[in-house]
C-alpha cells in the first residue's frame, strides 16, 4: 500500500541515511508474505536433473542466448540440499521414479516442481511398461512445460508461471531460532 512520506526521523548516527527518499516523497508497505514470497520467486535455484532429451533443452536456458539468469534462476545446483526447484526434464522410467522421490524429499521446504516436456508430462510417446504415465504420479508438480522438446523460452515461460504462483502464497512462517544445547541434538549414548 502506498503511503506519502510526512517526516523522516534518524534515531541515531548509527542509522543509515536513505539517500532517494524525501519528504512528500512514496513509501511502499509490504506484508511479511509479499516480502518472503518476491525474494523467493526471484531466487529460484533449480536441481540440477535431466533424465532425456529435453534436458540438453534445459541446460541451453542458461546459455547466453536465453540467459535465465536475467529470472534469478541461473544458479543451478548439484545437490537437493541447496535447491528449491525441481525441473523434471525428460522421461521418467519407472525404475528412476524411487530416486526421483527422494531426491525431492532431500529438498528443504518450501520447495516446488516443473514438469518440462510431454514425457515428464504424460509419458508422452512412451506409453509402455517402463515409463511413468506422468511424473504427477511420484512429486506434487506446479507447473507443466508442453512440448517435445518444450524450446529454452517455453521453459523460462514456465519459470516465469511458477514465480507468479510463488507470488501469492499465504501463510509463510518466520523461522524461529531458539537455543539448543548439546544434549538436545545428541542422543545420550553418544555423549556418554
Ligand atoms: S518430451 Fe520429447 S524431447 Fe522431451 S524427453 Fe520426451 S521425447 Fe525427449
Given at each position: 500500500m502506498p503511503k506519502r512520506v510526512e517526516t523522516i526521523v534518524?534515531?541515531?548516527?548509527?542509522t543509515p541515511v536513505i539517500g532517494d527518499i524525501q519528504t512528500g516523497g512514496v513509501v511502499k508497505l509490504l506484508s511479511i508474505d509479499s516480502l518472503l514470497n518476491q525474494a523467493r520467486a526471484h531466487s529460484l535455484w533449480p536441481l540440477t536433473f535431466g533424465l532425456a532429451c529435453c534436458a540438453i533443452e534445459m541446460m541451453s536456458?542458461?546459455?547466453?542466448?536465453?540467459?535465465?539468469a536475467r529470472f534469478g534462476s541461473e544458479a543451478f545446483r548439484a545437490t537437493p540440499r541447496q535447491a528449491d526447484v525441481m525441473i523434471i526434464a525428460g522421461r521418467l522410467s519407472k525404475k528412476m521414479a524411487p530416486v526421483l522421490r527422494q531426491i525431492y524429499d532431500q529438498m528443504p521446504e518450501p520447495k516446488w516442481v516443473i514438469s518440462m516436456g510431454a514425457c515428464a508430462s504424460s509419458g508422452g510417446v512412451y506409453n509402455n511398461y517402463a515409463i511413468v504415465q506422468g511424473a504427477d504420479q511420484v512429486v506434487p508438480v506446479d507447473v507443466y512445460v508442453p512440448g517435445c522438446p518444450p524450446s529454452p523460452d517455453a521453459l523460462i515461460y514456465g519459470v516465469l508461471k511458477l514465480q507468479e504462483k510463488i507470488k501469492t502464497r499465504k501463510g509463510n512462517k518466520l523461522i524461529e531460532l531458539t537455543p539448543r544445547t548439546l544434549e538436545q541434538d545428541m542422543p545420550a549414548e553418544v555423549l556418554a
Open positions: 534518524l534515531h541515531d548516527s548509527s536456458t542458461v546459455a547466453s542466448r536465453f540467459d535465465l
